[in-house]
């Protein structure tokens, strides 16, 4: 199983980045999709869900209206595109599968917001 996220890098304060996460090794249509991240000193937060049935999304608060999280299945791919970047969404990011009690992590990208 792997889940391999990229697309992270350094950005100034309303700029975008779109994250992806390729994943192998399991049946990723049955698996709900989401991101997490994680800043210096802070506990990992749920940052947005898609879940396999119906592709219905979830967000934090904190991102509502900036983030979208996708999904294609075809390409067992999922995607966090971010928006208007503030220096509060600086951390790194982590890809996450969930099946049951099944749960993969990826080993995490860094999003750095500077100006």
């Known amino acids: 199983v792997q889940l391999v996220e990229s697309g992270g890098g350094l950005v100034q304060p309303g700029g975008s980045l779109r994250l992806a996460c390729a994943a192998s090794?399991?049946?990723?249509?049955?698996?709900?999709m989401n991101w997490y991240r994680q800043a210096p000193g802070k506990e990992r937060e749920l940052v947005a869900g898609?879940?396999?049935?119906?592709?219905?999304?979830s967000y934090a608060d904190s991102v509502k209206g900036r983030f979208a999280i996708s999904r294609d299945n075809a390409k067992k791919m999922v995607y966090l595109q971010m928006n208007s970047l503030e220096f509060e969404d600086m951390a790194v990011y982590y890809c996450?599968?969930?099946?049951?009690?099944?749960?993969?992590w990826g080993q995490g990208t860094q999003v750095t917001v500077s100006s």
């Open positions: 996450n599968a969930r099946f049951g009690s099944r749960v993969y």
């Open positions: 090794g399991f049946y990723f249509s049955n698996y709900d």
């Open positions: 898609i879940f396999s049935v119906g592709g219905r999304t």
